[in-house]
């Protein structure tokens, strides 16, 4: 069960939803709105860590003024060190998945000594994705007449909910590797639906010189990269590009995963995490 907190900040009331015992971890996607019924990533943390499923300005209950902060990722960072703040956790951990491990780097450019490593994957440093012909997102890419269909769609408030339903099956569909993986991808309550006001942001306003590369050799926080091989929203090389250029990183490759390696290889998924719990132990226990 997930419980619903709304935490009062300096940046304003933010929604989170908690589970699980440990350590705290928090996960969040830069443009994701998040429910009482949890979310499938952050689900992999909870055996190992209490964790902050945290709905972003802008999304759920969490406050929508923008009159200060923004929805970009530097603020998003902003907004996550005031609900550590508030909640008295010292340091913690981080994970994102997509444009949440996008932000997971740029947490930990900004605020390293808040974090005791990152999990990030199905993601880019830079927005070079968007002009690889391997990503959907690239014009030259053969599905992506049909995303930009499916995206205008499912933000059209005319849009029947059959219409929906459907567009965000064929979407999802071309973000797995085996079609059958998306019975898994339904089989469970999830959440984590787009929220269009913070996309728009982050595709019109951020991404056009979205590039944090110069900044990664620099960061020493212990940042856990990973990717899926057929990747078709943030090609694998990508994740390949993050971890050589981080200075203290691991890479982690789902071999027969897409987009999802935490639904298509869940049990390889789930170990990637226990690996990393041991791993953090360990280092706790030779710096105790």
Known sequence: MWEQQLIETENGVFEVFISGEGDPICVTHLYSEFNANGNRFAEMFQPFYKVYLVN??????????????????????????????TLHIETWGFAGHSTGGMLALKYA????????????????ASSDYMRHVGSMYCKE??????????????KNPASTIEERQAGSKEWALMSLYKEQSYDNMVSRP???KTVSKRLDYFSYEELPTYDLRPQLPDV???AYIYGGLYDEQCPYEYAEEAATLLGNATLTTFRESNHHPCIEEEKAFAQFVETIFNEQKTSEGKHA
């Open 141 to 154: 890419n053969p599905n992506n007449k049909r995303i930009l269909e499916i995206m205008a769609m499912l």
């Open 220 to 222: 020493k926080t212990k």
């Open 109 to 124: 450019i900004m605020h390293p000594e808040s974090l005791n490593f990152i999990v990030a994957g199905g993601l880019c």
């Open 56 to 85: 972003l300005r802008g999304c759920g209950h969490s406050t929508d003024d923008t009159s200060k902060y923004n929805f970009s990722l530097q603020d998003s960072v902003k907004d996550l060190e005031a609900i550590r703040h």
């Open 190 to 192: 999830n959440s984590g």
